[in-house]
């Protein structure tokens, strides 16, 4: 809905309106008359001030949004705040505080302090697969062993062809 800004000396149905929805929350003893008037613009500070807001009297977009339970609509005086162009977070949960790269348990374990200072394999074994293994043409398979499972019951004695 596009609800009007309403203040004392407001009147008509929007004001009926606004009224209805103070006396529906508690903050209106009176009946409705689609005046603002001194009760109403009470009932309007004596609510937005419960609700955290400028207790102005007046009902604009924020007024409205607290009384409907809807989203107010955003306004240019509240810009948007820009992102830090270097955000600095700070070492994590178990990251060196020399370094911020590894874990400090890793390095205690004997791993390098940096990532940079780690090999593909190191890397490779860590983060699972992430660094791919150069192949080459002249790389010939290695030979893998098989091993024969005993199967006693078969007809030709558990051999394995």
Same mark, same amino acid.
Not at 87 to 92: A, Q, R, W
Not at 106 to 116: D, M, N, R, T
Not at 127 to 141: I, L
């Given at each position: 809905?596009?609800?009007?800004?309403?203040?004392?000396?407001?009147?008509?149905?929007?004001?009926?309106?606004?009224?209805?929805?103070?006396?529906?929350?508690?903050?209106?003893?009176?009946?409705?008359?689609?005046?603002?008037?001194?009760?109403?613009?009470?009932?309007?500070?004596?609510?937005?001030?419960?609700?955290?807001?400028?207790?102005?009297?007046?009902?604009?977009?924020?007024?409205? =949004?607290?009384?409907? /339970?809807? *989203?107010?609509?955003?306004?240019?005086?509240?810009? @948007? %705040? &820009? $992102?830090?162009?270097?955000?600095?977070?700070?070492?994590?949960?178990?990251?060196?505080?020399?370094?911020?790269?590894?874990?400090?348990?890793?390095?205690?374990?004997?791993?390098?302090?940096?990532?940079?200072?780690?090999?593909?394999?190191?890397?490779? =074994?860590?983060?699972? /697969?992430? *660094?791919?293994?150069?192949?080459?043409?002249?790389? @010939? %398979? &290695? $030979?893998?062993?098989?091993?024969?499972?005993?199967?006693?019951?078969?007809?030709?004695?558990?051999?394995?062809?």
């Amino acid at each position: 809905m596009d609800e009007p800004d309403l203040s004392a000396g407001s009147s008509g149905e929007w004001v009926t309106y606004l009224q209805q929805l103070l006396q529906q929350a508690g903050y209106l003893a009176t009946e409705p008359d689609g005046d603002f008037g001194p009760a109403t613009e009470g009932a309007v500070r004596d609510f937005q001030a419960a609700q955290g807001l400028d207790a102005d009297g007046a009902v604009g977009p924020l007024t409205w =949004a607290a009384l409907t /339970g809807s *989203v107010a609509p955003e306004t240019p005086t509240d810009p @948007e %705040p &820009e $992102p830090d162009p270097d955000p600095d977070p700070g070492p994590g949960p178990d990251l060196g505080a020399e370094t911020g790269d590894v874990p400090v348990s890793l390095q205690e374990a004997g791993a390098p302090a940096s990532l940079s200072e780690w090999t593909d394999e190191q890397k490779e =074994a860590f983060f699972e /697969g992430t *660094v791919t293994s150069q192949v080459t043409a002249e790389a @010939e %398979p &290695e $030979p893998v062993e098989v091993l024969a499972m005993s199967d006693a019951g078969s007809s030709d004695g558990g051999v394995v062809a």
